[in-house]
């Protein structure tokens, strides 16, 4: 019962259609666009679902102003760490603490940004 080269066979089609979209998905997965979302959502993190409410429980005119304070607060804070990593020759974080006080100060960084995501996740 060998099939005519015109015939058609369902279960081989049905199983060549299980390929295709395995192929098919598994390339959705591993785009560029989807790995740079991943990685600006991280980024950005989860900080910004709370925007809203924090401006409705301040005012809109008072979140916004304090948005804008804390926007150029944040930003001034990154420019004395930049010009202060040029100064000592440090260009990571890590290197900018032991620079700027000691090794202690290199440790109490490293434990902070160690437990930082459990303090995140369960305070």
């Known amino acids: 019962m060998a099939l005519d080269a015109n015939e058609k066979s369902y279960i081989l089609d049905a199983r060549n259609n ?38 409705h429980q301040a005012g809109f005119g008072l979140g916004i102003m304090l948005l804008i304070l804390v926007a150029a607060l944040t930003d001034y804070s990154l420019i004395l760490m930049v010009r202060s990593g040029n100064i000592c020759g440090e260009m990571s974080y890590q290197g900018l603490m032991r620079a700027s006080f ?22």
């Open 18 to 55: 299980y390929e295709d979209d395995k192929k098919e998905e598994s390339g959705k997965f591993n785009s560029l666009p989807l790995a740079s979302f991943n990685f600006i959502n991280s980024i950005i993190g989860s900080g910004v679902i709370g925007i809203p409410y924090a401006l």
């Open 102 to 123: 000691g090794r202690t100060g290199f440790y109490i960084l490293t434990t902070l940004q160690f437990i930082y995501p459990f303090i995140g996740k369960y305070l």
